[in-house]
DNA sequence: GCTGCCTATGGAACCGTTCCCATCGTAGCT
DNA sequence: AGCTACGATGGGAACGGTTCCATAGGCAGC
């Protein structure tokens, strides 16, 4: 039976201790200690590492207002590049004196209201949003209240906050340059089905009106990644048509480069002679011979950025910072085409 | 200039409209609805809803002393087990009506400490651990202030509280058998350095007793993975010595398979040939021809049972959980000794 | 010595809830 | 009818801070 003493101390027994006001001692731990007389600071210093005192934040938001908090919202958190995105986004956050709650909606667009309420309860400053669904109503009403808000890598149409994440369309052109430079024409677009997810539909459109442009051939497999026979199957087409030019795959993300090395793996294609290209970079990228080729998304910069975003909103600021980033191409073997 | 009326509106306004008293509107939203009357509840409902009203969980947890938030310290964010673990750990809080505050402290034992307060000033209810250092005493003075601890897959000796994680004796001896009946008798461990990592201790040393007890040869190599050189120089000198058993490589966890995967193809070595064996089941194990064998951690049942533990300790009730958890053994093709 | 200002400090109201206790009406019982 | 019991509701004191305003003392200037 140990009924421990569930008791947190009190400023006011802090004051107590130093002989004090809680007045007192509340300035010294806000940022109005410079008020205080030496002798009662070091009174009020010593009464509260005597008593382990520890502001109460709830309270202190209460009457304050400021929450300190940071909301996050992710729709997989299980995506290596939303972590990499989230630790930027943490770093900022604390650079800041500000804390991140992060909310994880597993794609699921009711989690995702049901998450959204929650954050609301605990009075967020701030909200950066990576939405599974498209969660409009709920996020306007935020919009009208005058809470900062940020879309990261997922654009919702009817929701008038800012946008950061990658810039996608020159993510698609790189690709296509390279892909073309290397003396690829004939190219398959791998993605999961565009659904609401914005980044998706712009990467898609950019792709084919990108192949139109530079008079290539193009081709989309758009459909869940976890229909492993029909990828396959539509993969194993696209390899056996005959033509003259030199055959590539372009995967939308990372999941779907994951998916494209395994249908590959058991059609028993080449990499390189079948070109390989994808979205995201991931730590396995350069291990699988001869090493895929990737565009990096500078991860912790959207993050950090996101968070950039908020605080101009939240100070008002007119400052600009970088909205749409650029990726990086990052060069290994599976576009290396063998020479005929 | 949009001024934005900054309000969030309160129970006493809901009230007002609704022509019911505050305690009747916070009755509606606490689990006492059922004893207020339909006509009541009906018009509570409807001026809530009108004004969108959300309760304030800051006000909330001031004077019910329950904040519903349980926090958690992670080590390493980037790495996809603890991500895996995390996502458990979301889950059973969820369920359990509470939220979660993740703090990540990338392996810095200051940064701990601090994260740590900051979680004190929001009077979470729990803490679930994965610890970089070792703030034994910070948490010492948890456990003495009854706050519900939990120590997630690092142990730290000199609190006094549970663990929840894999059972390394265990997965040891299920590698070791696996490697010595597939025919591997020559062995290198390889590990980051121990530290205070407490599940890198215990696998090490019980490798290197398994090793004794199966009368197996055994080496060890504890270096920073980021020293790739001294990494390969040693796998090289490993592999290029004489003897007459087939050789294998165990590697700790994730991020050492991947190092060592890496050094085995600089150095040209045949997967299955030289065996390779990892603890942790990442994404692309089974890309990497011919596919890497593992013991996969169950990490979504170890979060769970992590929050589990803490809700046991929160009710006081005696009802104990899984702690040490089993491994899955994945057998693939780097542990397929070719028959001589 | 008096006024005036500035610094160090304290008192008390307030933030948005919960919860204890009081009130009121009515149904059930003798 | 009178009393109790109970169900529905409201009033007001916390909860642990912040912050406005008041006060006390010290010292310069006249």
Redesign the pocket.
């Known amino acids: 039976m140990t009924l421990t003493a569930q008791h947190?101390?009190?400023?006011?027994e802090v004051?107590r201790e130093a002989?004090?006001?809680?007045?007192?001692?509340?300035?010294y731990?806000?940022e109005e200690r410079k008020?205080?007389?030496p002798?009662?600071q070091a009174r009020i210093a010593a009464a509260a590492c005597h008593l382990g005192?520890?502001?109460?934040q709830m309270?202190?938001s209460?009457?304050?207002g400021h929450s300190g908090l940071i909301g996050m919202l992710v729709a997989d958190i299980r995506n290596p590049f939303s972590v990499a995105v989230m630790h930027g986004v943490e770093q900022a956050c604390r650079e800041h004196g500000l804390s991140l709650m992060v909310c994880n909606t597993d794609n699921d667009p009711a989690q995702e209201r049901e998450r959204l309420a929650l954050l609301a309860t605990y009075r967020v400053e701030g909200l950066v949003i990576n939405a599974a669904g498209s969660p409009d109503r709920e996020l306007q009403a935020w919009v009208e209240e005058g809470i900062p808000l940020v879309l990261l890598d997922r654009e919702l149409s009817d929701v008038d906050a800012e946008f950061v994440g990658l810039d996608n369309a020159q993510a698609i052109d790189l690709a296509l340059d390279h892909l073309q430079a290397q003396g690829y024409g004939d190219l398959l677009y791998l993605s999961e089905p565009t659904d609401q997810a914005s980044p998706r539909q712009v990467r898609l459109t950019c792709f084919l009106q990108g192949v139109a442009a530079r008079g290539l051939d193009g081709e989309v497999h758009c459909q869940p990644l976890m229909e492993h026979d029909a990828l396959q199957r539509a993969i194993g087409d696209f390899l056996a048509r005959s033509g003259k030019r030199h055959r590539a795959l372009l995967c939308a993300n990372g999941n779907a480069t994951l998916a494209a090395i395994r249908a590959l793996q058991t059609l028993g294609a080449r990499l390189g002679e079948t070109g390989l290209m994808g979205i995201d970079e991931l730590d396995w990228c350069k291990l699988i011979t001869p090493g895929i080729t990737t565009l990096a998304q500078p991860t912790e910069a959207i993050g950090r950025s996101a968070v950039a975003c908020l605080m101009a909103l939240l100070s008002d600021s007119t400052t600009t910072t970088l909205r749409r980033h650029a990726p990086e191409l990052i060069v290994r073997g599976s576009t290396q085409c063998p020479a005929p």
């Open positions: 947190r101390t009190t400023i006011l004051a002989r004090a006001s809680k007045t007192s001692v509340s300035r731990f806000s008020r205080l007389s002798d009662m005192y520890r502001p109460n309270a202190r209460l009457k304050g």
